[in-house]
């Protein structure tokens, strides 16, 4: 093990938040070990803000949640506490053992009926040092100390900060059959901290990123999220189609679509992420998947046409049910989200209307704000004329971003 000594690392204590110092000084104080660790320590070498704040101790889940009041018990696989504060949430879990018999075995693979046998064989309790073996990059498992205010490090994490490489612990085609979901992570973060993918990292990834096809889709949405919604989402996409992940990730850009809609759906996704990369105010899920589905929900709307003789209203309000609901089986999207989802493409046609003064009063929410925004790709990517006379008329009365 390596320790860095407090005059030889950049963290200060006043950038870690005061609700995960004060869990570690409790922790700390009846005698358990207690330390941050995950993104919290990688960030802050690194002088960034960290998105959240992970502890790792040798206090059990139930241990935890008998010292603080305000913990929920969470997880099948591995429970974890969260510690529920006002204005974040603090992830503290138990210093985890890499279990060998479950080395070869995926673990996503197992039946629902078998749950119990999961949470046993992954509820293998360790040692600090069997916990930093099992996180997924050597970055991400770097243990920062409030006692001695020294960094532990047990797989070569410090070297990889400043050296800038992205390095899966371990035998990396092993790690990623244990979870697929590690490829992903290695995208992300290399995109995201601007570091180079280390070779034997990197080398097993287009070979085995069909394995993402089993990965439950509510695992899968949480990580789309994570990929494109927080500032790098062009660059991410990018580099995920590089790596042949982006048709796992999402399905329905392998649909054969109609010729015009499959160039359409290209470029709303590439104008879209980068307008979300520069856009605080536009992250979020529900317009991220407005854009990614709307060129399905269009050509669903031709076939449907061409089928019946219902008029276009009942047809796009049809086709937005169906292409809803198959895509949240598909790419797990949830129900909340799928309702905004539904708000953003109704108002498309409300927008429409504006000019005409044909329509009910709009409410200017978030919904009308992401609904004018996809009003304003569209025009750019389909260069319609009618579309444009709308944009127009339309931006003399509301700003676009
Ligand atoms: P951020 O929160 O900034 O996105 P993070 O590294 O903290 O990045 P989290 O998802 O919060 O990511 O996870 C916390 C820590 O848990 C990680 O740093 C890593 O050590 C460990 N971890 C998360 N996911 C995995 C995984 N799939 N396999 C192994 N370890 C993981
Ligand atoms: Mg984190």
């Given at each position: 093990m390596n320790l860095i000594i407090k005059k030889n690392h950049n963290i200060s204590q006043k950038k870690i938040s005061r609700n995960a110092m004060k869990v570690l000084y409790r922790l700390n104080k009846l005698g358990y070990e207690a330390y941050l660790v995950g993104g919290g320590v990688r960030d802050l070498l690194l002088g960034k803000k960290p998105k959240d704040f992970d502890i790792a101790t040798n206090a059990r889940?139930?241990?935890?949640?008998?010292?603080?009041?305000?913990?929920?018990?969470?997880g099948r696989r591995f429970i974890i506490a969260h510690l529920i504060f006002k204005s974040e949430i603090i992830e503290v879990s138990t210093f985890?053992?890499?279990?060998?018999?479950?080395?070869?075995k995926l673990l996503y693979n197992y039946s629902r009926k078998k749950k119990n046998r999961i949470l046993l064989l992954n509820n293998t309790?360790?040692?600090?040092?069997?916990?930093?073996?099992r996180r997924d990059l050597t970055v991400n498992a770097l243990y920062y100390s409030i006692q001695d205010f020294g960094i532990r490090d047990y797989v070569g994490g410090i070297k990889d900060i400043k050296s800038k490489q992205i390095r899966l612990i371990g035998n990396a085609e092993k790690r990623y059959k244990e979870d697929p979901v590690r490829m992903l992570r290695v995208i992300r973060f290399s995109v995201r901290l601007r570091m180079n993918i280390d070779k034997k990292t990197e080398k097993p990834i287009i070979q085995l990123s069909h394995l993402l096809k089993k990965i439950p889709s509510a695992r899968l949405f949480n990580e789309s999220i994570k990929l494109f919604?927080?500032?790098?989402?062009?660059?991410?996409?990018?580099?995920?189609?590089?790596?042949?992940?982006i048709s796992f990730l999402l399905p329905f850009l392998c649909?054969?679509?109609?010729?015009?809609?499959?160039?359409f759906l290209k470029n709303i996704i590439i104008y879209g992420l980068k307008k979300i990369d520069s856009s605080m105010k536009i992250r979020c899920p529900s317009f991220l998947f407005s854009l990614f589905l709307w060129y399905p929900l269009t050509d669903n709307i031709k076939?449907?046409?061409?089928?019946?003789?219902?008029?276009?209203f009942k047809i796009y309000s049809l086709?937005?049910?169906?292409?809803l609901k198959k895509y949240s089986i598909s790419i797990g999207i949830p129900k909340n989200i799928s309702l905004k989802i539904e708000k953003i493409w109704n108002l498309q046609i409300e927008i429409e209307k504006i000019k005409k003064n044909k329509t009910k009063?709009?409410?200017?929410?978030?919904?009308?704000?992401?609904?004018?925004?996809?009003l304003y790709l569209r025009s750019k990517i389909e260069n319609q004329i009618k579309l444009k006379r709308i944009i127009l008329s339309l931006n003399k009365k509301y700003i676009f971003s």
């Open positions: 889940p139930s241990e935890i949640r008998k010292l603080f009041k305000n913990c929920r018990l969470i985890r053992a890499h279990n060998r018999n479950i080395e070869n309790f360790g040692k600090i040092e069997e916990d930093a073996y919604c927080f500032g790098h989402g062009y660059l991410t996409y990018i580099q995920l189609q590089k790596y042949y992940l649909k054969t679509l109609s010729k015009k809609n499959s160039i076939i449907l046409s061409t089928k019946t003789t219902l008029n276009y086709s937005m049910h169906y292409i009063k709009i409410i200017k929410n978030n919904i009308f704000y992401y609904s004018l925004e996809l």
